[in-house]
C-alpha cells in the first residue's frame, strides 16, 4: 500500500523537473535572442550574454527600421497570411467534406491524383513558367492563388471529417438541407479544432516565406513581403566588414551608430521582429488544441 501511494509523488516530481528542464531548453534561446537585441553591438562580440542585456541599447532595432521598407512590407506579409490563411482553409476544407462523402464515386481517383502532388514536383523553373502564363508575375496574388489548396491539410481535415457521426449529416438532410448548407451549418463549425491547428500551419507558413518574394516580386519593391526585406538585411549584415559598413547598409550613419551595431546584434533584432508577431496569434488558438468541438454532439 506504501509503494502504491508513492508512485504519484515519484512520477509527480520526476514529471516536474522533466517539465522545468523542457520550459527552460525551449524559452532560453528565445530570451537569449532577446538580450542581444538590446545589447550593444561591439560589447555583444565580447560573449557572456545570456538572459539580459549588458549594455542596454535600441540602436539594433533603429537600424532594422531605418530603411523605411520595413513598415510596408509587415503589411503587405500581414495582408498575405490573413487572406492565404482564409482561402485556404475554406477551399480545402471544402474539397476534404467532397472526398469524404462516401457517394461521391470519383473521390478515390481525384484523392489519389492530390496525393500525387505531394511527392512529385515539375520544379522551379516550370513552375515559374506557369506563373508568368497565368500573368501572376510582381502581383500580389502570386502569394495567394498558388498556397490556396494544400493536399496534405486536406488529407488531415478529410480524416477528421470522416470521424464525425454521419447521423448529423443525415438529420440535415431529413430537414431539407442541401451539401452546401450541411457544410457551412454543420461540417465547418464542428471542424474548428482541426481548423485551428491548419490556420497556424498555413499562416506561419505564409509568414515565413521569402523565396516567391525572391522569384516572383523582387522587381516590386511595393511588393515586397517582411521576411524578404529581413533576409536582404541579414545579407547585407553578413557582407559588411565593420560595424559602420553594417549600420550604413541598414540606413544608419556610421556617426550615429558606430561602434553600436554589428552582424551579430542585427540578427537578432532580425529574429525578434520576424518572430515575435506570429507569436501573438497562438494563444488565440491554443483553446483548439486540446478540446473538440463535437464532444457529445451525438450520445449512442
Not at 68 to 80: D, K, L, Q
Request: charged share 10%; with cysteine.
Amino acid at each position: 500500500m506504501r509503494i502504491i501511494g508513492i508512485e504519484p509523488v515519484v512520477f509527480g516530481t520526476f514529471n516536474t523537473i522533466f517539465m522545468i528542464c523542457l520550459v527552460i531548453v525551449t524559452l532560453y534561446p528565445f530570451l537569449n535572442t532577446i538580450a542581444v537585441s538590446l545589447n550593444e553591438g561591439n560589447d555583444t562580440i565580447r560573449g557572456g550574454i545570456y538572459l539580459l542585456p549588458r549594455e542596454w541599447t535600441i540602436q539594433n532595432y533603429k537600424a532594422v527600421f531605418a530603411s523605411g521598407t520595413i513598415i510596408p512590407a509587415f503589411w503587405i506579409s500581414v495582408a498575405r497570411t490573413v487572406i492565404s490563411t482564409i482561402l485556404n482553409l475554406f477551399l480545402t476544407t471544402m474539397l476534404a467534406y467532397t472526398l469524404s462523402r462516401k457517394e461521391y464515386v470519383f473521390r478515390k481517383q481525384i484523392t489519389f491524383v492530390f496525393v500525387l502532388t505531394m511527392y512529385f514536383n515539375a520544379g522551379l523553373i516550370p513552375n515559374y513558367f506557369l506563373i508568368k502564363d497565368l500573368h501572376l508575375l510582381n502581383t500580389f496574388w502570386v502569394y495567394v492563388i498558388p498556397t490556396m489548396i494544400s493536399a496534405f491539410n486536406m488529407i488531415v481535415i478529410r480524416t477528421y471529417i470522416g470521424s464525425l457521426h454521419e447521423s448529423l449529416m443525415e438529420s440535415a438532410r431529413i430537414d431539407g438541407a442541401g451539401e452546401f448548407k450541411i457544410f457551412m451549418k454543420v461540417v465547418f463549425p464542428l471542424c474548428k479544432p482541426v481548423l485551428a491547428t491548419i490556420a497556424l500551419f498555413v499562416a506561419v507558413g505564409a509568414w515565413n516565406s521569402w523565396f516567391d518574394a525572391f522569384i516572383y516580386t523582387s522587381s516590386r519593391q511595393h511588393l515586397s513581403t517582411l521576411q524578404y526585406e529581413l533576409m536582404k538585411l541579414i545579407q547585407s549584415s553578413m557582407n559588411a566588414n565593420s560595424s559602420a559598413s553594417v549600420a550604413n547598409g541598414a540606413g544608419v550613419t556610421a556617426e550615429s551608430a558606430g561602434s553600436m551595431v554589428t552582424p551579430k546584434s542585427i540578427r537578432a533584432a532580425v529574429t525578434i521582429v520576424a518572430s515575435v508577431p506570429i507569436l501573438l496569434v497562438y494563444p488565440f488558438m491554443q483553446k483548439y488544441f486540446v478540446v473538440g468541438m463535437n464532444v457529445g454532439s451525438v450520445k449512442e
